[in-house]
């Protein structure tokens, strides 16, 4: 079973990528100056390519291994169609995407570690590949091995920026370096015959940690503490004892690398909690600040064998939060978890679904009035950031008023980003349970329209699960949920009608994009019309498709323009959430989200440069 990364790999892996986005090295290198780096850890070579140069696809490729080199050399000798070539590939990429090509939780990851990606080229995506599988999130082993050889990739993307044809001199060999006797060495490699053609020496700052591994040593201060205030437990002899707790935190981040339970009398205790830190973060810091006089005589002699400056301080910030953070979980844990709370058989307001003509809507009755003032105050807090205040009232709130699903979904996205998972899962499971209920109740002749404000949460909330099954790509429960939520708000002020096409799209559901199409004709946004040719083309009706995109492209002629271009920027006037019909921004809005479905298919582009009057 894979393991979650941890924030601390999440922010290396971003601080990486912030990196390269600070080098640009797609003006250098082009993706034929590949070279390699052993990996300290395994001894495998990653072999390294550069994306961007033309302007397509942004990033890093790092094929792994004898399997990966195989990958490479194939498209090396383009012996076969891009398609056959993903099937043996052995990879990891880091590219720059934008839209709906990033991972929602990656994207998230990123924000809670402060980073933010949006006025970039696009934001880091760390994808795996593996022969025979689908590409899926990149894994621990993954991380871990990129944190490794990601600052020897740095140094040669610095080395030989003015000189990258020295990288691969020849067709089949390049540049690969080979951690030996503390140092870099820099080898020839002959990518076909796997054999060294020549070496040449280098040097490097990495060291080796009593033969567990190879560390870089980066330029960071950890924060190393203790935490005395803990519960007793019993040892393996079934006697009791109170614990301590050795916490590492990067004093930049906040956030802590490791906090390792010991008893209270085991030797070096400090010194085995930062060799823990080292071996789970993957390299060193430069500077340690210690309060305990104790963890200060302990690891003086450490640091000096590791060159890391030692500083007694009165404070550590960083540790006193996390012994806080404790605290106050050990009395959450205390309490009981909301689902137990439901079994017990607290008392919770339903809303009651209310008939007009056509339509219905959601009511809660008068006695639920007083708790439904304060959803305000619990939206105003979020705004604000108090979280904790958030936190507090939305748990009161959800405790006294079922159905409350926009508060389910802001309580349940906090606790997934404090990595409370089992909290955010209970309120998953209430939310998905009560809107099974209510959509069941709802009679299929009737609207449950947006015009309704009580309806809004579900209507949002349904979406949210729409997309979500887009997202892990189930496509049929997607499709049906976005077409019943279709059918009980037709006005759709969600915009539904311009992601459904995708979705039928997978599905291979041509028939369908015209049909939605048809019942929107009046509709203003581009996806439809566009959606329409793509549907022609693919049902083998060259002729309507022609007709439709000239007719299209007449209402929105800067989407034609966008499709046919070679590089895509955000526009300068692009405001997060808003667009502009007819504008820029609403151009560049219908590339990210279906770009593909043009460039992949050559007679899309061969009828777009028609209709531009290009060759």
């Known amino acids: 079973m894979s393991e979650d990364l941890s924030l601390a790999k999440w922010k290396i892996l971003f601080d990486f990528a912030r990196e390269i986005l600070k080098t640009n090295p797609w003006e250098t290198y082009y993706d034929t100056d590949i070279f390699g780096v052993q990996d300290p850890g395994s001894g495998e070579i990653v072999y390294c390519s550069v994306l961007g140069n033309e302007e397509e696809i942004y990033g890093l490729n790092f094929y792994v291994g004898k399997s990966g080199l195989e990958g490479l050399l194939k498209i090396l000798q383009m012996d076969n169609d891009f398609e056959n070539v993903l099937e043996v590939q052995d990879i990891i990429w880091m590219h720059f995407e934008k839209g709906h090509l990033v991972h929602p939780d990656e994207k998230k990851t990123a924000k809670i570690l402060g980073m933010d990606f949006e006025k970039e080229i696009g934001w880091p995506t760390f994808v795996r590949v593996k022969p025979g599988y689908f590409p899926y999130k990149i894994e621990l082993e993954d991380a871990e091995l990129l944190i490794r050889i990601f600052p ?12 990258p044809e020295k990288l691969r001199p020849e067709d089949y060999s390049c540049m690969v370096s080979f951690f030996k006797d503390g140092k870099w060495n820099e080898e020839l490699f002959n990518l076909k015959t796997g054999l060294v053609e020549k070496s040449i020496e280098g040097d490097s700052s990495m060291v080796i940690l009593e033969n567990k591994g190879k560390f870089d040593k980066v330029h960071a201060t950890w924060e190393v503490g203790i935490n005395k205030d803990m519960e007793p437990i019993k ?30 009398d085991e030797n070096n205790f400090f010194v085995k909690t ?9 390299f060193y810091p430069s500077i340690i600040k210690v309060k305990d006089p104790e963890a200060e005589s302990q690891l003086r002699e450490f ?11 009165k404070q550590l910030p960083g540790v006193t939060q996390f012994v806080r953070s404790i605290k106050k979980a050990r009395i959450a844990y205390s309490r009981k978890s909301f689902i137990e709370e439901l079994k017990s058989g607290i008392k919770r307001y339903f809303p009651s679904i209310k008939r007009t003509e056509d339509s219905c809507y959601l009511e809660y009755s008068s006695k639920a009035r007083e708790i439904m003032s304060k959803r305000k ?4 807090y979020l705004e604000a950031e108090e979280w904790e205040k958030a936190e507090e009232l939305g748990n009161m709130i959800i405790r006294k008023l079922a159905c409350q699903f926009d508060i389910y979904s802001a309580l349940s996205d906090y ?7 089992g909290e955010a899962i209970e309120i998953q499971i209430v939310a998905i349970k009560e809107f099974d209920v209510i959509l069941q109740n709802i009679p299929e002749e009737l609207k449950f329209e947006w015009g309704f404000l009580e309806n809004r949460s579900f209507l949002c909330f349904m979406a949210e699960i729409g997309f979500k ?18 059918k009980l708000n037709p006005e759709d002020n969600q915009g539904i009608r311009t992601i459904l096409p995708k979705v039928y799209f997978e599905l291979g559901e041509y028939e369908k994009v015209l049909e939605l199409a048809e019942s929107y004709d009046k509709d203003i946004l581009p996806a439809l019309g566009f959606a329409k040719v793509i549907a022609y083309l693919n049902l083998g009706r060259y002729e309507e498709a022609e007709k439709a995109l000239y007719k299209v492209s007449e209402r929105h002629p800067k989407v034609v323009t966008e499709l046919l271009k070679k590089k895509h920027q955000k526009p300068s006037n692009h405001i997060e959430g808003f667009i502009s019909i007819g504008g820029d921004d609403e151009a560049y ?11 992949g298919n050559a007679k899309a582009m061969k009828l777009l440069k028609k209709v531009q009057g290009l060759k």
């Open 469 to 486: 099954m887009f997202e892990n790509c189930d496509y049929v429960r997607s499709r049906n949920i976005f077409e019943r939520l279709l």
């Open 235 to 264: 040892d393996e002899h079934n006697k009791t004892f109170f614990p301590v707790m050795g916490i590492v935190v990067d004093e930049e981040s906040g956030f802590v690398i490791v906090s390792n339970i010991m008893k209270p």
């Open 274 to 282: 930062v060799k823990e830190a080292i071996e789970h973060a993957g």
């Open 303 to 313: 640091c000096e064998k590791m060159n890391i400056e030692i500083i007694l301080v």
């Open 415 to 421: 606790y997934v980003g404090e990595e409370r998972m």
């Open 589 to 599: 809005n219908y590339y990210l989200y279906y770009g593909k479905y043009w460039k």
């Open 377 to 380: 105050l619990f939206f105003d």
């Open 152 to 163: 020897r990739v740095l140094e040669i993307l610095d080395v030989y920026r003015e000189k």
